[in-house]
């Protein structure tokens, strides 16, 4: 396994495990999570049309790309409405045995969406190692806020660190499977089905940004300066792109 490889699977596995150690430890700010789920957006939202959709048309066609997007969509459309995923406001604490049965449930949700974040991590085998790095950092970082809303409740039920750490950060494991199935996937199909994949993963990410990260970073909110944080990320990406 190369150096590059080994940093994208870190990467991509990190989020969960990350904010599950920080929900048993202590929760950061509302604000603090908030800005780095808007982060992430920015970053979403910068690579898909940036990259992805560009990716896609090159290896496609414009057609081919348009139904890749709409695909992507409407997996996640259905993937919601079948397991609603997880956003910070839901880190509240509620009493009795409710609350451990919301947090087992939103990890079971989590497991479900991460699968196809993980495939979305993998597109650099078609596209370039730079394009699996900077998708991986978004994901990571908005699985963060993900690990401290599961760990956080499920340790307030049970009162035990290791088992809310592990319970929570088992939803890493969806993540590293997507990815390891599509690395491979890619190598093997037509570029013109590459092209809808890249396309599909570029409309999940849109999806995912537009219905949960903007929503939810504004929530709670009057003033909306998270949208800066937004802004910041799509920067990010574009000054990624010079330097790199």
Request: overall charge neutral; some cysteine; glycine content about 6%.
């Amino acid at each position: 396994m190369d150096n590059q490889l080994l940093l994208i699977i870190i990467i991509s596995v990190l989020g969960p495990i990350l904010g599950s150690l920080i929900g048993v430890l202590k929760k950061p700010s509302d604000r603090f999570m908030y800005n780095m789920l808007s982060f992430a957006g920015g970053v979403m939202l910068a690579v898909s049309f940036l990259n992805l959709i560009p990716e896609s048309i090159a290896l496609s066609s414009i057609w081919i790309t348009a139904a890749g997007i709409i695909f992507g969509s409407v997996v996640m459309f259905m993937v919601d409405r079948l397991i609603p995923h997880i956003h910070p406001q839901l880190c509240q604490q509620e009493q009795g045995k409710k609350l451990k049965k919301t947090a087992l449930y939103l990890i079971v949700g989590i497991f479900i969406h991460n699968f196809p974040e993980g495939m979305a991590i993998a597109i650099g085998t078609v596209s370039g190692v730079q394009s699996s790095i900077v998708i991986a950092l978004a994901i990571a970082m908005q699985n963060i806020p993900e690990g401290i809303c599961t760990s956080a409740p499920y340790y307030y039920v049970t009162k035990k660190k290791l088992k809310s750490f592990l319970v929570s950060s088992s939803t890493a494991i969806p993540v590293l499977l997507g990815f390891l199935f599509a690395d491979q996937l890619y190598q093997y199909i037509s570029n013109s089905l590459i092209g809808f994949l890249i396309a599909m993963t570029a409309g999940l990410m849109i999806y995912i940004t537009s219905d949960e990260i903007i929503p939810t970073s504004c929530c709670r909110t009057t003033d909306h300066k998270t949208i800066f944080a937004l802004i910041i990320g799509i920067l990010f990406v574009i000054l990624l792109e010079a330097l790199i």
